[in-house]
């Protein structure tokens, strides 16, 4: 059973701002919710973690309602260059690998 | 440049050579990683290592051995490999060896392999 889902692609423009929504409906208690970018023939690059309610760094936001079964990585004013493929990743301390477990992600591309 | 490196960059290797990856992170983080990554598809986790012990091995087969002498090296040694094992391979590092608050990955640029 999959931890999380995600839309498989995603389509913007330059300057707009982009949500995409990851569904963890088997979140446990302990479980940190964390979202990856990728480019081509690169490693994952760390964006942000949160628990619960928001969390805003530099370069996105994430939302977290209070049931805890979704989660939305908010990504203001794209431009070209976030053109990648976004994960979402869910687990704890002591849940093993499947905080570790990278799905298909989700592939946003941004158009001029 | 994430703290993580490894060599080579890329490889080209038959089926009946012996090669070995590298990697190195600068981060002192305590757990490391490998992955594989092939073509269209996600990353798949090989091997974990914490405190340079094993913690996770997701059923890789025997012709992948990793290797973990210290805190700060983790190298995955190849031999008979098949062309089918052609993937981008990905090095990373944490804090500690699972998931959790503040413990984020941070990956190397990876090895681009391809078996003849």
């Given amino acids: ?112 | 440049e994430t703290g993580v490196t490894q060599t080579p960059r890329h490889l080209v290797m038959g089926m009946t050579n012996k090669k070995s990856l590298k990697c190195e992170q600068h981060l002192g983080h305590n757990a490391m990683y490998w992955y594989k990554q092939s073509a269209k598809k996600p990353l798949e986790l090989m091997f974990v290592y914490s405190l340079e012990e094993r913690v996770e091995n997701n059923s890789v087969p025997s012709r992948f051995s990793p290797e973990c002498p210290n805190s700060s090296h983790l190298f995955l040694h190849l031999h008979t490999l098949q062309p089918e094992d052609s993937a981008l391979y990905l090095c990373a590092s944490s804090q500690d060896g699972l998931a959790g608050e503040g413990n984020e990955q941070f990956f190397g640029p990876g090895t681009r392999l391809t078996v003849l």
């Fill in chain 1, 1 to 112: 059973l999959a931890k999380t889902t995600q839309p498989i692609s995603m389509d913007s423009y330059e300057g707009q701002e982009v949500n995409i929504t990851c569904s963890h409906n088997n979140i446990a208690t302990n479980d940190y919710i964390t979202w990856y970018q990728q480019f081509p023939s690169q490693g994952p690059r760390f964006i942000i973690q949160g628990y619960k309610t928001k969390v805003t760094n530099e370069v996105a936001s994430l939302f977290i309602p209070a049931d805890r079964k979704s989660s939305t990585l908010s990504l203001p004013r794209v431009s070209l260059s976030d053109t990648a493929v976004y994960y979402c990743l869910v687990g704890d301390s002591g849940g093993g690998a499947d905080g570790l477990t990278f799905g298909k992600g989700t592939h946003l591309i941004i158009q001029p």
